[in-house]
């Protein structure tokens, strides 16, 4: 299979390509040239099957150039570093409603799904397409794609890699795991700027001649681990599978029946991957956005209107504090029957007036609702589930747990309903131990501790070896200076 640029069709290239590149020479994201089909029947196949072989046969279908059993080998390695047999564990929170656990990685986030694996698919991506040069990876991250890259890429031969987080954006968690980062090939610098401003400069560095053929003086050819990377989307597919057919399993729901799936929000990746796994014919209703205060995809799901000339908020879900939402491009693809033109049209709009709109009917044709909640609603709800139901929420997917809750009053929509779960409670331990106790504790490996006596859930050992590491990376630098010093990183003077 084939993949293609959302603002110019005529760029085909195979997935490999498409992984190593990172991001279209347009500007565009890369989508796989048509949607591969799962069946009923196929998807019966799947739940004999464990996490790892789901994936594989899932990824298998839009990563062509490769076997399922190449691919059995890449989860294997990738997913025996989680600390659950089943990878991506459902918990049933009452009837109906499920909760599905993606944090039990090495860095306790979801981005651990894919990058875990996209180390592995990029050191076999770059055989395939013969990369002589070294893949240089830019993330931006809002806290914990940074981290998930850091640790999937240390040391990994071929690649060399530089994060760039927001100073003031993240936990003191989040900060904690990137600054102790250990590896050869690593590199982390914090800005004077928040997410948005990261993002913007990564892809400014993408799109300058000047600074790429610098790097390829140095030998080095950008890639990219952010969600604009085929490679991160794809795995990412696989979990609404395999959750589909574990509430087939466990006599949930009916095979064929459909369900909602209702996900924290942030870069508009992992609900994205939803879709997709729709497109391919998933039984799916809803797909049910969820915001914070930065809620730009709420009013555009309710209004067809995204518009980013807004306060930026800084919250307790600080991984969804983004007003820039890449993967939103690939919906519009989609939405537009794949007209590039329109899609040029759309993102020059929002990148001279910050605006643009759309047919609200697209949206809600494609089966998508928001909705958003403020750090007093995600407090509360985090309290109000432990209360009930002995479940502790980390602050971002109570948001959805909130959002879903509102939604299901508003609507009376009983369709069984996955919320995604995105991060550990204990990635936000001072917020979450507020929301259960009252009391506010700075010191986040103190609240953690708190938070071990209050809940019977137990910290994750990467969480607790933390404070025993070296601090090694203390840059921070301004916006204007992030392409002089990935040069600087790269051993060039600037
Ligand atoms: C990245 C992240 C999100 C947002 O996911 P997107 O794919 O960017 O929409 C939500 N919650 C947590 C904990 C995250 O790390």
Redesign the pocket.
């Known amino acids: 299979m084939d993949y293609i640029s959302t603002r110019n069709k005529e760029v085909s290239q195979s997935a490999s390509e498409s992984i190593v590149k990172g991001i279209s020479v347009d500007g565009g994201l890369f989508v796989p040239s048509s949607f591969p089909n799962i069946t009923i029947d196929e998807l019966a196949s799947l739940e004999e099957k464990s996490y790892k072989e789901r994936a594989a046969y899932v990824i298998s279908k839009f990563l062509t150039e490769y076997t399922y059993e190449e691919l059995l080998e890449l989860t294997t390695k990738a997913y025996s570093k989680f600390d659950s047999e089943e990878t991506a564990p459902l918990v049933k929170i009452d009837e109906g409603s499920f909760v599905m656990e993606l944090w039990h990685g090495p860095t306790c986030?979801?981005?651990d799904m894919a990058l875990t694996l996209l180390p592995h698919l990029m050191t076999a991506s770059r055989l395939k397409v013969g990369a002589k040069d070294k893949t240089l990876i830019l993330v931006a991250t809002?806290?914990?794609?940074g981290k998930a890259a850091l640790e999937g890429f240390s040391d990994v031969e071929g690649t060399e890699i530089i994060v760039f987080y927001p100073n003031d954006g993240v936990s003191d968690m989040q900060k904690l795991q990137m600054a102790t980062q250990e590896g050869k090939n690593v590199h982390v610098a914090a800005i004077e700027g928040n997410f948005d401003d990261a993002q913007s400069g990564v892809k400014r560095i993408f799109a300058d001649k000047e600074v790429n053929d610098k790097l390829l003086e140095l030998g080095y050819k950008l890639s990219s681990a952010n969600?604009i990377n085929w490679g991160r989307l794809v795995p990412q597919i696989a979990y609404y599978i395999s959750a589909y057919v574990d509430l087939v399993s466990s006599e949930e729901i009916a095979m064929g029946d459909k369900v909602n799936f209702c996900v924290?929000?942030?870069?508009?990746?992992?609900?994205l991957a939803a879709y997709y796994a729709k497109r391919m014919g998933l039984p799916v209703n809803k797909l049910i956005c969820a915001s914070n205060e930065n809620n730009v995809l709420t009013d555009f799901m309710n209004t067809g209107v995204y518009d980013i000339n807004r306060e930026f908020y800084k919250t307790t879900?600080p991984?969804?504090d983004?007003l820039i939402?890449s993967n939103l491009e690939r919906l519009l693809f989609e939405l537009f029957d794949r007209d590039d033109s329109k899609i040029n049209e759309l993102m020059n709009k929002l990148k001279t007036e910050g605006k643009y709109s759309i047919d609200k009917s697209l949206i809600e044709k494609n089966g998508f609702v928001g909705g958003c909640c403020n750090v007093e609603d995600t407090k509360e709800t985090i309290a109000n589930v432990f209360d009930e139901y002995g479940y502790l929420l980390?602050t971002?997917t109570a948001v959805a747990m909130n959002v879903y809750s509102n939604y299901v009053v508003a609507t009376e929509d009983y369709t069984p309903t996955v919320v995604v779960s995105?991060?550990s409670p204990y990635k936000f331990p001072c917020d979450v131990l507020e929301a259960i106790t009252g009391k506010y504790e700075e010191d986040a490996f103190e609240a953690g501790k708190k938070l071990v006596l209050e809940s019977a859930l137990q910290m994750p050992e990467s969480i607790a070896k933390l404070k025993e590491k070296k601090v090694l990376h203390k840059d921070v630098i301004k916006v204007e200076d992030m392409a002089n010093t990935v040069i600087k990183y790269c051993g060039g003077k600037n």
């Open positions: 986030a979801f981005k809002s806290g914990d794609t969600s924290p929000s942030g870069n508009f990746g992992n609900i879900s991984s969804m983004i939402s980390d971002h995105t991060a």
